[in-house]
Structure formats: C-alpha cells, structure tokens
C-alpha cells in the first residue's frame, strides 16, 4: 500500500494559458472570470439537475488579471499585518478628515438645547443649584485651610482647627454632599 507524502493538495496548481507555466489557484477573479465562472457554474448546475450526476471541479487557465490580483491581495494583506495600529503615521494617513455634516451638527444642537430647556424644568432645577453650593462649600473650606497656614500656628493646632471645620462643616451640610465638598 502506498502512501502519497505530497503538501500539495489537488487543483491548488493551475497552469496558465499556453501550458508552460503554472501558479497557485488565486483567491480572488478578475471581473471577466468571475462572469464565466458563473456561466459555467450555472451550466454545470442545470446539467446536474437533469442528469442527477455530481458536477467536476473547473480547470480553466489563470488568466494573468487574476494572478495579478492574488499578488495584490496577498501584498495587502502582509501590510496590514505590519501596520502599527498605535503609530503616528496611521493616523496621519486618515487626514483630512471627512467634511462636517452641517444639517446634522445643528439637528444636533436643536436636540442639545431642547434636553437642557427640558432638565431645567421640575427637579431638574435644583440640580445646578445644588452643585453651585457644594463648590462654594468646598472653596470656603479651602480658604479657611489657607488662612489657618497663613497665622503662625503649630501643626497640632492647625491640625485640630481644620478638623473642628470639617466636623461643623459635617454638621450643617447633608450627608450626600459631604464627598463633593470634603475630600478625606
């Protein structure tokens, strides 16, 4: 019993045409070959149907269009895999950018407008408000902080000020501000 040790598998090869010289099957047709070979395969298809037989692998020459095309293919696709997606130059290569969609950035805008007139109103209201009173909470802090460091006091008496702060500034203030005005 003998064994075929071949790497090639069947119809990888074709020849081209005149006979004398052959190339991998490629992966991509020409647009003239792939018209015929949809003819053929159509073809084939009716033929199977009317005489119920299994229709045979095409061994038609490669034309030179898609060798060519293969080789371009391949190329491509080796310099994709080179490509830096994290590079300056692949990003340089995207300019210019495509131009602004000027409908569409004020439909945008209208709509951005309309959500803010639509959250100021109920609630919505308070909600700057209330983050205006927990900065100017917050900066007070911070001045009192500047002012205990600008009187000559010890680090222990300073220490102790600040905490008798924050503790007052614990006890006016709701729980729920108290991340955004004192930062432990």
């Known amino acids: 019993m003998a064994q075929e040790h071949s790497q090639t598998v069947g119809d990888e090869w074709v020849s081209f045409p005149g006979g004398e010289l052959e190339g991998k099957r490629p992966k991509v047709l020409c647009d003239a070959c792939r018209e015929a070979l949809k ?3 159509g073809a084939r298809l009716s033929l199977s149907r009317r005489t119920a037989s299994r229709p045979s692998s095409p061994s038609r020459p490669l034309c030179f269009q898609c060798y060519r095309a293969g080789l371009d293919r391949d190329r491509a696709i080796h310099a994709a895999g080179q490509l830096n997606t994290a590079s300056e130059e692949r990003f340089q ?18 709509d951005r407008a309309d959500a803010r007139a639509a959250a100021v109103l109920g609630a919505g209201r308070f909600v700057d408000k209330r983050r205006r009173a927990q900065i100017a909470a917050r900066h007070t802090l911070q ?7 600008a009187h000559p006091l010890s680090a ?20 729920a501000w108290l991340p955004f005005v004192v930062a432990r």
């Open 93 to 110: 290569s995207q300019l210019p950018f495509e131009p602004v969609d000027k409908p569409r950035l004020e439909m945008l805008k209208v």
């Open 156 to 175: 222990t008496e300073r220490d102790r000020a600040m905490a008798m702060a924050i503790r007052a500034a614990e006890l006016q203030l709701p729980d």
């Open 143 to 149: 001045t009192l902080a500047a002012g205990l460091h």
């Open 39 to 41: 003819r053929e395969t």
